[in-house]
């Protein structure tokens, strides 16, 4: 289709992004298509999912050619399996057997589902827009047009409607005591439901960072956003997760020279200078050998998107993301108002942490609003000036110095706990030093720093 379309309307193209639009290649995402298969595959269970797919909504011709033989071993009442299927599929045994190594598991299936008929709706929108742009270009019948677009939207909708699922309150109280269940599970066997923070009054007090949370650590400029968010992305790593730092702001070098140093005894000015002997090299060295396994990856680039962030966590599958910070992304599309802007990247951050079930934690900068108070404590309403983020955010907390308005209460940092979907809120202190990369709890000074 595109290809004919494109010199059929060339010369009216006026400038040269409109057919760069043109060019782009279909929304898809392979991978997803072949996890899908790979967990209807081996998973009878999830097999009740195959009513909400059709053939076509597969993008790549093989993928297809799978789901109609599991479809129709599906209708037929026939076993579904690898051996099943490759028996009718002779030539693609092997690609069969392929896709069985990249399972998502029942539990994130129906996401990925949405995500395989999302592309499905957006290549027929595409699709269908691109015939009616040319039948107007040739002057074709406007009502005949107006009546397909109808059409499509009806049909679309249907698709989307029968993507959802009805649960009542019975089977909702079934699902409930079995992940309490599960928790319970975890606990005696001291195995982590949630991944851990360093700090032990915030790890208490919020239980870990929770799966689907969004996250605000917002301050005004000097408070230690930054500080603070590499540690906690260190630590969850340590931990045995797979972590992504985004920085906006700072160089992947120049953010991984703050997280080494706050393991080591290093001087930060001398480490600058290059003032530094073989025996504190030796220390780097050391650090590096205890951090080779470690799941830590730091993504410095400036003006990144949501979707940006999206795509390459639907690929790579990280346990926990942190963005430093959220008025340095760019927008899915420019608007006259900034807060309207803001609002828009909240929603989108959130939509990550629904879909892949992991912690977002985000930075956010406050406005000057709060150096025109007496007291100069953030509060929600600070937040809700900064692109009404407030909304989406599971929990907001603000990290606030009182050295820089107070005298006598060096190396402090408040985290004012403002807001806690579900849980309490409430202030927690930490101490630092005084090159602010290494952290302490407050119960006791002689606790080793994280």
Request: contains cysteine; aromatic residues 8%; charged residues 25%.
């Amino acid at each position: 289709m595109v290809d004919y379309f494109i010199p059929e309307i060339y010369n009216r193209i006026e400038t040269k992004k409109s057919l760069q639009t043109i060019m782009k290649p279909y929304p898809q995402a392979l991978e997803i298509e072949r996890a899908v298969l790979g967990t209807l595959l081996l998973e009878s269970q999830s097999q009740e999912h195959i009513g909400k797919l059709k053939k076509e909504m597969f993008y790549n011709n093989d993928n297809a050619r799978v789901f109609e033989v599991m479809q129709d071993y599906f209708v037929k009442g026939k076993n579904i399996d690898i051996l099943t299927v490759s028996e009718k599929l002779q030539g693609l045994a092997g690609y069969i057997t392929g896709l069985t190594q990249n399972v998502c598991g029942s539990i994130h299936l129906g996401e990925h589902i949405g995500i395989v008929i999302q592309k499905y709706i957006q290549r027929q929108i595409i699709t269908k827009c691109s015939e009616l742009t040319e039948k107007q270009y040739l002057n074709d019948d406007i009502e005949e047009s107006l009546s397909e677009l109808e059409g499509l939207n009806s049909e679309l909708n249907g698709v989307i409607s029968s993507g959802y699922s009805l649960k009542n309150y019975f089977e909702l109280i079934e699902e409930s005591k079995a992940l309490a269940e599960e928790r319970i599970s975890n606990r005696q066997n001291n195995v982590r439901s949630n991944i851990p923070i360093p700090f032990s009054k915030l790890n208490e007090t919020i239980g870990g960072w929770q799966k689907e949370d969004l996250i605000y650590i917002a301050a005004r400029p000097g408070m230690g956003k930054t500080a603070v968010s590499i540690v906690l992305a260190r630590e969850a790593a340590k931990s045995g997760k797979k972590v992504f730092f985004f920085s906006l702001e700072m160089s992947d070098v120049a953010i991984t020279d703050r997280a080494l140093l706050g393991e080591t005894s290093i001087n930060p000015d001398n480490w600058k200078l290059g003032k530094i002997n073989n025996a504190e090299l030796n220390e780097v060295d050391k650090i590096a050998q205890l951090n080779s396994n470690l799941g830590f990856y730091i993504i410095d680039k400036s003006s990144m998107k949501a979707s940006e962030i999206q795509s390459l966590c639907r690929k790579e599958r990280p346990d926990m993301i942190f963005i430093d910070y959220i008025q340095l992304m760019r927008p899915e599309k420019d608007q006259q108002n900034r807060n309207y802007e803001l609002g828009g990247i909240s929603h989108k951050l959130k939509e990550i942490a629904k879909e892949l079930k992991i912690p977002v934690v985000a930075m956010a900068q406050l406005s000057r609003e709060v150096e025109k108070r007496s007291d100069k404590r953030p509060v929600l309403a600070d937040l809700r000036d900064s692109g009404e983020l407030e909304q989406d955010a599971d929990i907001v907390i603000f990290l606030y110095r009182p050295a820089m308005y107070e005298e006598g209460q060096s190396n402090v940092i408040e985290m004012i706990i403002s807001k806690h979907r579900n849980g309490r809120t409430g202030v927690t202190t930490i101490q630092h030093n005084d090159y602010m990369n290494k952290f302490y709890d407050m119960v006791d000074e002689q606790t080793p720093p994280f």
